[in-house]
């Protein structure tokens, strides 16, 4: 009888467990419920779009065009942290950037590797749009589907071309013997895949056929990429992807496609004539001529914080006296130039009443101090100049086109303008100097510099006790024209080469 | 003959069945200072016959035969008394971690240590109990051998960072199991638990030891039991401290006004001081420090109840506890109850324990390096600045509002104005139901289910007059999260001795399951003067600053386990010890889920042995070996290592991002844990003590390989790589010194040795920032560049390269292996003296041979900060050519002397020798002798003064040495220096 009771209690026992075993679904074949599975997912059309939301949310990364208390900013502030453009403030910084301020950087740099992902997280984006989006393509939304993957070319090509800025050695079109980084068109989650770097020609040609897909994609779309009007144009158009083609070509020297695809970018997108449309593009209280800019919404920061915290009225750092003063009669940038009052505020540092300029460009949207502010990307200005330089440089007959468009911007930044008769040399410096104006604090200048002198002299305010750079110069021979591979990086990736130098 | 021999008391006192009656035994049981013990077994002949009374008293019926009896009660070491015919005076010591006899606690089943293969530590409750941390956890500290707590923070209800045998993971959870009466309670989470309801803390070391947790049991297990009511009249206690606390010495000495303004002028007068303000300045010396710390107050109150009748007991208390932080606004309030009662009807037992606690922290930001963090601001702000303007009496804001001169935000405003505070709810209830099944003796069937539920209410607002907060009129931000968890274990116990022959063994399944969700908004526009949400102005389009932020989010785990411990006796001398082991985790990839974990232990009692019979040395001596596997949970990749997208927006739009790239082959780390033990006592148990050897190896361990971002954006992906050795050596040692009438003098110590090294990883010599993870060294070992001093010809600072010559130029390349800031030596050394009523006792912890690196230093020495308050020392910095000095020049340019001077912050200037030693507490109690309570109606009565942290000897230069992690980064809200009084008086 015993032996029975044993039996059927062995026998409930194992009922129970065996009920608790069923809750194996309950307890352990568990799903995320605030995430998406991407086993499964992006399962739709309507999905892959919201990849490519994603996609552009990713711009606003702190080390893309977003940043941090005195770091981030990569595309954004950084090439004029890195440049001549700005001075690193002795009584107000937290020396966050200094390595990338003072060119000491290393292979182990924090920022670098920063720098290095930030770029290759948008392309992973844009590369699982195009993963996905042919599959939910039919007949009747083409369109819809070629919106998509345009803008998705776009990005990839706009986000290689973003590394190769900082990264590429040299930036000779047709070199093949000088390396880019890795262009990647596919999205892969392994250990095993390590790609190399391509070398400039490769590279280029990849970008040109990406952005050559996206404008041939977004002439043919189900609604416009932009709303008609509004404020902010915070998608990638095809006039976009005509200002990046337009930059892409001044960098590679091909002065006639930069020329054409500035003026194809400039179609229905006019300089902004009036101090409030000017301002009015940083404020979000004018359209302006903005051809696209990274949106930031309220809440999420801005791509200022490297050098001018908005919120406390602090500068890490403040324009060279070169480029402007508090007076406003010395310098590129003057008092009768609307470009003075959109870029620049008197505020002084804390406990110093004596006048000092601010960048304060992305102070705020409308009266705001918060420091979220939109960053203006590509805008009419720079394809004025990128058509006017290719122009100068093509010479003879160009020439005078360039001047033209040199002139034109000028009568519409400068109150009185008197235009100009230049050539040659003169012409091409003019172009120059009226870009550093321009693009200031756009994320142009170091670039610029590496494209044409390839040498930095920083101003009289370096090495003086106001400014706390430890060095003035970068002489063109620096390895610090190009970043080096993150140490890292190099650590996974045995394929590849490290930059000269490092 | 078959033979009942049970060895969990409480159980035991029931089950004894009658037998032949023939002659009464009466006596008194008490603890040495004369307080009456209730509820200890007495037992005869193996079986249970009685208990004593709440007045100790007992009487009860053995066979004629018997000679003696064993007394015994929980938290007491065994006693055997002789039978002399009168009656009986028992007394019983308490129980040390090491007593042979003891009965250790792995979860709700017990064992007589002798037969225990495992390797444990039991922590007693008295000494948990009886200091004041807001979380038990810190009592722990240098407690027991193996076990390394470390107070990070002396903000009260801070929890302590508690490590068995070492850092296991290196990129996983480290953080040991917490169980209380047989579930899982969240880790470093105790400001609402009170630990006066504990009556036994067990410290579970190896495979053997932690076998029923084998799943989660990888980093150790602390089995935490509350305390049971205890059959007899009713018991009331009434427990209360009362007390300060005070700051640290602060061993980082700043400027003072006149040191300060000099070095300004020094470096170039920057805000532009003429000399007649530059003289008035000097005598400022406005103290900081003072104007933003106090002496905090604690109290605390607990009353409890015991009492029941042999069939129902139970035990109920209320406690109170109200303790000031040492910076202003900041402290603890707790309110706890508890209620917890057995009953045994007929073959069943059932019993239900449930706690709930309230607990509000007042808290200040700690460990950042933030501008506007109170903390920081006491070793910033210029000492020649004030917190108020003395004309005005409000807030000094001479950079602007919010902002000294310096551009530092004011600390005061930032501390008095701000608020940061957070609520805790937390329910732990318990309950169990046990068969004995009446056909055959020792089987029995449990099953234990109990739920833990935390709320925090997490609150920080911001003051629209403070620095930086002006923009947006202010914030607040309130933050909710839940978390649940259950925890069911069942089980068929089989209990029974044939003979020599001793069978315990069951088998088990048990589920844990744990939910989490959470939500919260960020308010702005605090215009009316209120600082809560009737403050908040909800912004819209045509107020966009004011828009609100609000997020909120979820996840869930679960646990399924199978097991069978086994467990088998012969002879009273040889015990083996067999677990099994398959566990199921939701955070592994589909296809491993599930692993086999299992360990094997054996113990020989050689004293037990004919052999040993005779010895004059050993009154007891115990051989035990275990070697097991346990696994590890914690992963880093979070609940879901599979591919997933998470939310993301842009211009207002919601999209999906990339958020993990998942590893659908993610495993369990695994520990294999060694472990050889010996237990003696010798000199008619004078001395006593343990030996532990151990070699714990954890494979597979969690690892984010790292891949190159290029291909997925993502710069590792969760693996399963490597493994990594934990071995060492524990001495825990307790010795009467003296032992006399009225006087008695013990020592009780505990020394840990653990060599911590990383054997294998997938990529060898991984540095980040100023660590390396290299093969062969420990985890945490610092990588740092030597520094040489300053070149006296151009003041640069120097460094030495890997060839030992000196250079000037910084590199990378040139750093070198450090040591590791987790200390590998560590102990406590514990001497209690009692003489008659007075017990007086000191415990001196030390944790020793590590290294930290001071980046609170480095916020003050960095030559680019000197519009802030800086170190002292830097007024010795170089100036002129020829001068001899360590501090470099500040300037960071080329001069006509020398090279560039960038200022370097990985070098070791700031690494500092961490070791520390550390007078954890001092206690002076007075036991009032029974005979002058009786007429009073007070059962027992004792008052104390204890203090702690009374004395910290150290080279680090800061508050406290006594911090986790390779860095010391900045704002340390140091351990608090306490004095207390206290008082127990039991009814």
Redesign the interface.
Known sequence: M?NK??KN??VA?AA??LV??C??K??????????????S??SSMK?V??????????L?AADYFGSGSGTGSGWALMPDVMSDNLYEV??????NS?AMA?W?F?S?T?QI?SL??AP??????AN?ILRDVDKFTNANNQGQSNRIKGQAYALRAMAHFDLFRFFAVKYDRSSTADLA??Y?K??????S???VRNNNKDYYDNIFADLNQAVTLLGNVDQAVNPASGL?R??LDRNAVYALLARVNLYAGNWADAATAATNALNGRPLATTQSAFTGMYKQTDRGEIIWNV?F???QSGPSFIAF??????SYFRPAPEVATAAGTTGLIQSNDLRYQAYFTNVP????PTPNLAITKYR???T????NANFVALRSGEMYLIRAEANARLGGANEVTALADLNALRAARITGYTPVVLTGTALINAIADERRREMFGEGHRFFDLKRTTRIIQRGSIC?T?TS?????TLAATAREWALPIP???L???KN?VQNPGY | MRKLVSLLTVLMLFTASAFAQNKTVTGKVTESNGTPISGATISANGKPVGATSASGDFSVAVPTATTSIVVTSIGYNDRTVTLTGSALSITLTTADANSVSEVVVTGYTSIQRKKFSGAIANVSAQEVKKQPFGSFDQALQGQAAGVSVIANSGQPGANAVVRIRGNGSISGGNVPLYIMDGIEITAADFSSLNQGDFERVELLKDAVATAMYGSRGANGVIVISTRRGRAGTLQLNYDAQVGWSTLPQDRLVMMNSDQKITYELQ??N???WTTAEADSLRKVNFSWKDALMQTGMTHQHMISASGGTATSKFFASLSYMDQEGIVQTTGLKRYTARINVDNTIKNWRFGINLQAGFSKLKQTGEANTG?ATPLNAIRWSNPYERDRDPRTGDFQQ???PG?????QPNGAMELFLDYNNSIQIKTVATSYLEFH?P??KG?S?RTNWGIDYTNNESTAFNDPRT??????AGALSRNSAWNFRYT?T?S?NYKQNFGKHEFDGG?F?E???SDSRNFGF?GYGFTNGFTNEAGLTA?STAN??Y?P?IGG????????S?FGIFNYGYDSKYYLTLVGRRD???RFGVNN?YANFGSVGVTWSVSSEKFMENSKLFDNLSLRASIGTTGNNNTQAG??P?????????????????????NLDYRWETNRTINVGIDFSILKRRLSGSIELYDRKTLDLFYA???????????S?P?NFGSLRNRGIELSLRGDVLRAKDFSWTIAANLTYNQNRIIDLP?DS??A?ITILKEGKALNTLYLVPYAGVNPANGNAQYQKKDKSTTMVY??NDKVYQGTSDAPWFGGITSSWSYKGFDLSAQLNFFLNRVQYNNDKNNVV?P??F?DNMWVELLKEWRNPGDITNIPRP???ATALGP????QTQTTFFLEDGSFWRLRNVTLGYTVPTKLLSKTGIRSARVFVQGQNWWTGTKFQGFDPEATGVSLVGAQYPALVQTTIGLNVGF
């Not at chain 1, 002795?90 to 020396?95: I, K, N, P, R």
């Not at chain 1, 705001?368 to 420091?371: A, F, I």
């Not at chain 2, 902002?403 to 551009?407: A, D, I, Q, V």
């Not at chain 2, 620095?467 to 947006?472: C, M, S, V």
């Open positions: 015993y009771i044993i209690t062995i026992f129970f467990t608790q075993g809750s194996k309950e307890v352990i074949e568990l799903t995320p419920e605030f995430s998406l599975d991407a086993l997912n992006p999905q779009e919201e990849v490519l939301t994603g996609a552009y949310g990713s606003r002795s009584a107000e910084t937290l020396a200094r003072d000491i290393n182990s924090g590797t290095y992902s290759y997280n948008t392309i992973a984006h699982i980084m890795p990647i596919d999205f892969t989650v392994s250990t895949v390590k790609p902010t915070p998608f949106q919404e309220a809440g915290f908005a919120t406390s009225n602090r540092a804390a406990g110093n705020g949207k409308g705001l101090v918060d420091g090495g006790p706390s750079a430890g060095n003035c140490e890292s990086v650590g996974a990736n590849l | 470096r170039g920057p805000y532009g501008l001479f950079g602007g902002y000294l001169t310096s551009g099944f056909f055959l089987l069937a620095a930086g907060a002006q923009a947006r069911g069942t068929i088998i399944t589920v844990v399951k960020t912004g966009a600053n828009i932020a989010g979820g996840s869930r785990n679960g646990i399924q199978y199921g985790s939701s889920r609940d879901f599979i591919p997933i997208f998470g939310r993301s927006t842009y211009a207002g739009v919601s999209g999906w991002s990339p958020g993990s790239p998942g390989l790292p891949i190159d971002p290029s291909i997925s954006g993502f710069g992906i693996s990529t991984v540095v920032g590199t990378p960095n680019t900060y519009f300037t960071s340019g560039s001077n960038p200022y």
